[in-house]
T-cell receptor, first 117, second 114 residues
Framework: EAGVTQFPSHSVIEKGQTVTLRCDPI?????LYWYRRVMGKEIKFLLH????????ESGMPNNRFLAERTGGTYSTLKVQPAELEDSGVYFC???????????????FGPGTRLLVL | AQSVTQLGSHVSVSEGALVLLRCNYS??????LFWYVQYPNQGLQLLLK??????LVKGINGFEAEFKKSETSFHLTKPSAHMSDAAEYFC????????????FGTGTRLTIIP
């Protein structure tokens, strides 16, 4: 079974440009999460999709960030325009729909390393 | 609001020695607790999780953690360190059911001394 995949693995852009990150969750996983780790700090939650719907977007830093999950499959996270402080590693995770009250494990992708110059 | 504190951003142990990585949490509801590991150039991998069953949780690669409510701790241990354990370790907490987002600590980088 393929794991969570993310593309690109690295991206270097200039301030003011646009970058789109993509996440392909594990097949059949309804839950999809985006997290970000700014250098030297903790990994922080950005948002949570259940299928194509945004369940929780309380962690999105500002309106320069736009996440979509068309058709409830892969997700994209667009940063427009990018600022220096957006640099960091963006992680995607997915999990199955909850069943029988069991907390489902989140499986993480390798991350996209974004550097804004 | 939840929070996680990992004491020691860097820990070094000798090969064969005990590994102890500390994690303290704060949560207003009974927490779900996790330890993830990140090896170089890889994603986060779940080591173990506590979901209100047994307080001593066994994970992969010989790691285990004990949930201590009175101390609000969930420290990670391994009796004998191996060179392959060198990685960054993250403790995380979630409220579960309806609020599954993970709140992470700042991570502990484990170095194994030959």
């Amino acid at each position: 079974e393929a794991g969570v995949t993310q593309f690109p693995s690295h991206s270097v852009i200039e301030k003011g440009q646009t970058v789109t990150l993509r996440c392909d969750p594990i097949s059949g996983h309804d839950n999809l999460y985006w997290y970000r780790r700014v250098m030297g700090k903790e990994i922080k939650f950005l948002l949570h999709f259940v299928k194509e719907s945004k369940q929780d977007e309380s962690g999105m830093p500002n309106n320069r960030f736009l996440a979509e999950r068309t058709g409830g499959t892969y997700s994209t996270l667009k940063v427009q325009p990018a600022e220096l402080e957006d640099s960091g590693v963006y992680f995607c995770a997915s999990s199955q729909e909850k069943s029988l009250g069991i907390e489902e494990t989140q499986y993480f992708g390798p991350g996209t390393r974004l550097l804004v110059l | 609001a939840q929070s996680v504190t990992q004491l020691g951003s860097h820990v070094s142990v000798s090969e064969g020695a005990l590994v102890l990585l500390r994690c303290n949490y704060s949560s207003s509801v009974p927490p779900y607790l996790f330890w993830y590991v990140q090896y170089p150039n890889q994603g986060l991998q779940l080591l173990l999780k506590y979901t209100s069953a047994a307080t001593l949780v066994k994970g992969i690669n010989g790691f285990e953690a004990e949930f201590k409510k009175s101390e609000t701790s969930f420290h990670l241990t391994k009796p004998s360190a191996h060179m392959s354990d060198a990685a960054e370790y993250f403790c995380a907490v979630s409220e579960g059911f309806g609020n599954e987002k993970l709140t992470f600590g700042t991570g502990t980088r484990l170095t194994i001394i030959p």
